[in-house]
């Protein structure tokens, strides 16, 4: 099966339309569970969840957490993934289970480990007790795959070969779910964008100061909208493709350095992208774990993170994924990018003003 020619995929708004979110939703066994829903993906799909009219129940170890808009159309279970308590109360009589809690940002191997693994492990065990029949959905990584050899991507069905401790722990909790439970789906987006992410920002900023540093190298990359993964993730929860690993993201990846030039023209910006080093972005990723130890837990920059970046093409082959999930097209970059800077300037998060080469 060959990967189809980007002229043949429709092009996607970054807003998940109703019409849309009902038919994926109309496919979902209920009740239906979210962990995670205080972060970057998990907030997108209660939202589309709640617009769609269903009222998901979400673990919470702060409801504070928990989008304002949100509150009061979720039923919230108070608790954290290592209370048995509150794992049964959640997952009691469930339909379908989207587990996306986790950590992405750590110090160390073991707080990788306690939250993606063993809170993993914990979930499967309590779904197997409270809510046997349910399909869980696994939001896993491209990290637990590991990066490709070649620009195309690593195929969902490659040999995993991760590079960080984040994507050690994401693939022992993929495996954590294809051994316990009965029914299943994982789905590994890549990178993600989108309005409340706090990762791919850095290099919105950087653009928006100027100038943007990068590993020395060509490198290739997959790089995904957030409604297109939340759109994977609800597909897969039709529970049509369980017992599979899933791939989702854009079917086409990008060189870095030509996505990064096309994220500033997307936000009306000139700068320059600065090839660095490896030595000096594993100085920088050191710099950050001392940062990590000391509280500064928001650092994007470990060494962790270094391991992750230095590594050749985080690309992903998509297109055989996205035809098993039934999608047919994707947030097109450039229109994405947009709206990105869009909303993070309405939010007062990067300036309005452009910024231009000396």
Not at 76 to 90: F, H, K, Q, S, Y
Not at 264 to 293: E, I, K, N, Q, S
Request: proline share 7%; aromatic share 6%; glycine share 10%.
């Amino acid at each position: 099966m060959t990967e189809r020619e980007p002229a043949e995929w429709r092009e996607l708004p970054a807003e998940i339309g109703d019409d849309e979110l009902v038919a994926w939703t109309a496919r979902l066994a209920t009740p239906v569970v979210v962990t995670g829903a205080s972060g970057f993906v998990g907030s997108h799909l209660v939202e589309a969840l709640v617009r769609a009219r269903l009222r998901p129940r979400v673990l919470l170890r702060d409801p504070s957490r928990l989008l304002p808009t949100l509150r009061g159309a979720v039923d919230i279970v108070r608790g954290a993934i290592e209370d048995a308590a509150a794992l049964e109360t959640l997952l009691r009589g469930a339909g379908t289970v989207f587990h996306l809690a986790g950590l992405v940002r750590a110090p160390g191997e073991a707080q990788f480990d306690r939250a993606n693994r063993v809170g993993t492990e914990r979930l499967v065990a309590a779904s197997g007790q409270a809510c046997p029949d349910a399909l869980l959905v696994y939001v896993s990584s491209l990290a637990a795959a590991g990066p490709s050899r070649e620009p195309a991507g690593k195929r969902p069905d490659a040999a995993a070969e991760p590079v960080s401790a984040y994507g050690r722990s994401k693939l022992a909790g993929e495996r954590a779910v294809t051994a316990g439970c009965g029914r299943w789906v994982v789905v590994r987006p890549p990178a993600i964008y989108g309005p409340r992410d706090i990762d791919v920002l850095q290099f919105f900023r950087l653009l928006a100061r100027g100038v943007v540093p990068v590993p020395a190298g060509e490198r290739w990359v997959t790089l995904t909208h957030v409604a297109d993964v939340v759109r994977g993730i609800l597909a897969a929860g039709s529970g049509e493709r369980a017992g599979r690993v899933l791939h989702v993201g854009d079917p086409v990846p990008q060189r870095m350095d030509e996505l990064l030039r096309a994220m500033a023209h997307a936000g009306g910006v000139r700068a320059r992208v600065v090839p660095v080093p490896p030595a000096l972005v594993r100085l920088g990723g050191l710099g950050g774990d001392v940062l990590h130890r000391l509280g500064f837990r928001s650092v994007a920059l470990t060494s962790d993170k270094a391991r992750e970046l230095l590594a050749r093409h985080w690309s992903t082959s998509t297109a055989e994924s996205l035809r098993a999930l039934r999608l047919d097209g994707f947030v097109p970059f450039s229109s994405g990018a947009a709206a990105t800077w869009a909303w993070y300037r309405d939010q007062g998060i990067l300036p309005r003003v452009t910024i231009r080469d000396a």
